[in-house]
């Protein structure tokens, strides 16, 4: 099917496991990017991606580790996650850095 | 923090009447976007307008862009139910490769 998928949709964790989140488009865009969106926060940047094997910081990268070995994929993984990281996670992708970017439908990661 | 800041938080209207959001960002950008989310559902792009525009259109939507002011305005007109979600704006301050998103503005169209 073509679009942007994450997996999980739903994920309940315990503090200091580790967690990955997979996001997976099928454009062949350049460009990915990891958002969370917490309530009074709006979506905050984590990682993006330019391309493949390269990945820079966003607004709120501590914690977060991610890779991008193929065009299509972007996981983000949570080596040892934490309560605050309790939130939606949005994967979104676009062809250019200016462009409109297109969201997946998002995994809502809860920590206990 | 670069982020735009929508106003106001929540807005209530009839069906059928216009809705103006607005949103307020602090630094020079390339280009300024709206998106709109669902409840559940991930964004979903409306418009982008550049720095050197000032007015754009698309179907009942209308965006303004005010680069003195820093600010730009969301107007849907003829609401509808359909129209009820949260809507954000994002801003690349300048960088080009990086979108900073606001809080939202939460509308409910009352059939």
């Known amino acids: 099917d073509a679009g942007i998928t994450q997996s999980p949709r739903y994920k309940i964790t315990e503090t200091g496991r580790q967690v990955t989140l997979m996001c997976h488009q099928t454009w062949s865009h350049s460009y990915m990017f990891w958002y969370r969106q917490d309530l009074g926060h709006g979506l905050r940047l984590i990682y993006y991606?330019?391309?493949?094997?390269?990945?820079d910081k966003g607004e709120v990268p501590d914690g977060y580790v991610v890779s991008r070995s193929k065009t299509e994929n972007f996981p983000l993984t949570l080596e040892s996650a934490t309560r605050s990281q309790t939130s939606v996670y949005f994967c979104?992708?676009?062809?250019?850095?200016?462009?409109?970017?297109?969201f997946g439908p998002g995994t809502r990661l809860t920590v206990l | 923090s670069q982020q735009g800041e929508e106003d106001p938080q929540a807005l209530s209207i009839q069906e059928g009447e216009n809705a103006t959001m607005n949103c307020s960002y602090k630094t020079s950008i390339n280009n300024l976007q709206w998106y709109r989310q669902n409840s559940g559902r991930g964004l979903v792009h409306l418009i982008l307008?550049?720095?050197?525009?000032r007015e754009k259109h698309s179907g009942r939507l209308r965006v303004t862009l005010d680069t003195s002011k820093k600010s730009s305005s969301l107007l849907i007109t003829a609401s509808r139910a359909a129209d009820t979600a949260s809507y954000f704006c994002?801003?690349?301050?300048?960088?080009?490769?990086?979108?900073?998103f606001g809080t939202g503005t939460s509308l409910t169209v009352i059939p």
């Open positions: 991606s330019a391309a493949a094997d390269i990945t």
């Open positions: 307008i550049r720095s050197n525009e």
């Open positions: 994002a801003t690349d301050g300048n960088t080009g490769n990086q979108f900073y």
């Open positions: 979104a992708s676009s062809p250019t850095s200016y462009n409109e970017q297109f």
